[in-house]
């Protein structure tokens, strides 16, 4: 590890130059306005930013593109939104600003000028109409000082000199003369010489891993799934910007909003039949394996996707894990032609026991391996159940839970009630999950009390009342606009007929019932719900009882 010191200038031509690098997966810059003010301040104080921290990463570098002759680029590891804004204040474009049509509108948004007549704070500003609109040279935008070189060019130090004097012909300043103005000015344009402390590391990968683990960036922390997917970015050039993030985006208009590295862990369970990144191949991150196996993955996802939404199943917002995705993406890729049933049963089965609540890594690299030494669809999925106990029925008990701690209760009730083609409880009747005739992409279902939380409160307890026996799975609409009234109420008012209760499990008498009725409907719904989720389950599962 070494130490060194920048210049505020340096920060900025490595940026533009791509000395330093920014792995493709990284965030865009966030900042707002006024942290880019405050950043153009401290400095202007001499008060501290930070130090950045740079990864000399040898064979690992990030792509190198647009670097300057003779320079390998460096990795910036803890900085990017800091050498941006600067980047941004001087009015030059970062290597990494990937959309260059944007730069005009956010040197506009990003508009920071220096009030040369304030005497006291606030002695920066965001520009905004009044502030543009003013006359004269009064509010200077800071990328009109930050490039002059006033030491070293003689140009720009006769620039600063002539716009010293103009201020004051306009009348500004008034009781300074023109060097004092300029003194001021030479002040704002010489913050470009200010140092920046920098850290060069050298680490081995594993080390760096654990390093971007450790840090955390405005909450978001950095994972050891980041830092593989940047040592791809370096040895397949624009793979990840103009590959596995487009696609990404594809799943998420498909209503699977994954994150980038549960999306990387399936390629890599496809790949390498592995999740613990430190345990593969160094030459599994190199474009030969990661081309191959990548084209794989997408297609069992585009298959996983397909078959999802025959169960109702149109994002993967209810879901109750997504670890068990990995595990499911690696068997469709294995078999992609085999009936889905039998992963359906235990996708839902891996769920209902938390297969993945503990030691995820562990359990995922287990799955893996039995699905790799599997002979066939039916062996792999046996396998994986023989870790569960899998045959233990749903009871009445499981519907009596709290709804909002049973993320399977709610996932299975949901299902139950897509299978029943159960109308949606608006004037317009649609399917849950449609509208008309298409299917909606990222349905979310939204959890409706039957019996309505205030309508009960005081009246039974709190477990009752939020029990899932007394949930429906309904549309978001409608229930925004259900009262929390007495059931006959908006059951008559929205003409929620027998038969679209009926497809939610609910008996068509409910309208009729009272508060002392409550517990004897609840026991009785979830029993119901329980027989439901056992033919279900049980229908999923026959195919892997009858064959071999």
């Known amino acids: 590890m070494a130490y060194e010191g920048a210049k505020v200038r340096d920060v900025v031509d490595r940026a533009v130059s791509h000395v330093w690098s920014i792995p493709e997966f990284q965030r865009g810059f966030v900042w707002k306005a006024t942290q880019v003010r405050d950043l153009i301040e401290s400095l202007w ?29 460096v990795w910036l590891v803890d900085g990017q939104q800091r050498a941006t804004a600067l980047g941004i204040l001087f009015g030059r474009k970062p290597y990494w600003w990937s959309d260059a049509s944007s730069w005009e509108e956010t040197i506009r948004k990003y508009d920071i000028r220096f009030d040369i007549e304030a005497k006291e704070a606030p002695f920066f500003w965001v520009a905004n109409a009044a502030i543009r609109r003013a006359k004269g040279d009064r509010y200077i935008p800071l990328r009109k000082l930050l490039v002059l070189d006033v030491d070293k060019r003689p140009k720009d130090r006769e620039t600063l000199q002539k716009l010293a004097k103009e201020i004051k012909i306009q009348g500004l300043c008034d009781g300074q003369d023109a060097m004092a103005v300029y003194s001021r000015l030479y002040e704002i344009a010489t913050i470009r010489e200010h140092d920046v402390p920098v850290v060069v590391i050298d680490h081995e990968l594993e080390d760096v891993v654990e390093i971007f683990a450790r840090l955390n960036s405005r909450g978001t922390r950095v994972t050891e799934a980041d830092i593989y997917l940047g040592v791809v970015a370096a040895r397949t050039p624009t793979w990840v910007r ?36 430190k345990e593969m191949s160094d030459s599994f991150w190199n ?51 085999d009936k889905f049933e039998p992963l359906m049963y235990w996708f839902l089965q891996a769920s209902r026991f938390s297969r993945y609540s503990g030691s995820g890594t562990t359990t995922l690299e287990e799955d893996l391996r039995d699905v790799s030494e599997a002979d066939s669809q039916l062996d792999a999925v046996r396998r994986l159940l023989k870790r569960f106990e899998h045959e233990r029925p749903v009871d009445a008990d499981d519907f009596l839970r709290d709804y909002g701690d049973s993320r399977f209760g709610r ?14 409880w608006d004037e317009r009747s649609h399917r849950v999950g449609f509208e008309g005739k298409e299917v909606l992409r990222d349905f ?20 009752a009342i939020d029990a899932l026996a007394n949930i429906a799975a309904i549309g978001p609409t409608i229930n925004i606009r259900i009262s929390a009234k007495d059931p ?19 008996d068509p008498d409910v309208a009729s019932m009272t508060v002392a009725n409550f517990s004897e409907w609840l026991a009785k719904r979830a029993q119901l719900l329980a027989d439901a989720s056992n033919e279900f389950l049980g229908a999923l599962k026959a195919r892997i009882d009858t064959e071999d």
Request: hydrophobic content about 40%; charged content about 25%; glycine content about 4%.
């Open 411 to 424: 996932f299975i009730l949901y299902l139950l009630i897509y299978r029943q083609h159960a109308l949606d």
């Open 287 to 337: 474009s030969d394996s990661i081309e191959p196996a990548w084209a794989r993955t997408a297609s069992a996802w585009n298959e996983l996707v397909a078959r999802f939404q025959e169960y109702g199943v149109l994002s993967n917002d209810p879901m109750p894990t997504e670890a068990a995705l990995v595990t499911l993406i690696a068997m469709i890729d294995r078999w992609p032609n």
């Open 488 to 506: 006959m109420d908006y059951i008559d008012r929205y003409k929620i007929g027998p038969d679209k209760l009926k497809q939610q499990y609910i």
């Open 242 to 277: 103009t590959t596995f993030l487009p696609y990404l985006r594809d799943l998420a208009e498909s209503g699977f909003d994954v994150s980038p590295n549960l999306l990387f862990r399936t390629l890599t369970g496809v790949g390498a039949k592995k999740v613990r990144f």
């Open 45 to 73: 104080l001499n008060y501290p930013i930070g130090s950045l921290l740079v990864w000399d990463s040898g064979t690992d570098s990030v792509e190198e593109r647009n670097v300057t002759d003779g320079v390998r680029p």
């Open 444 to 463: 979310r279902p939204q959890w409706h009390h039957i019996f309505p939380r205030k309508f009960l409160e005081e009246k039974v307890s709190a477990d």
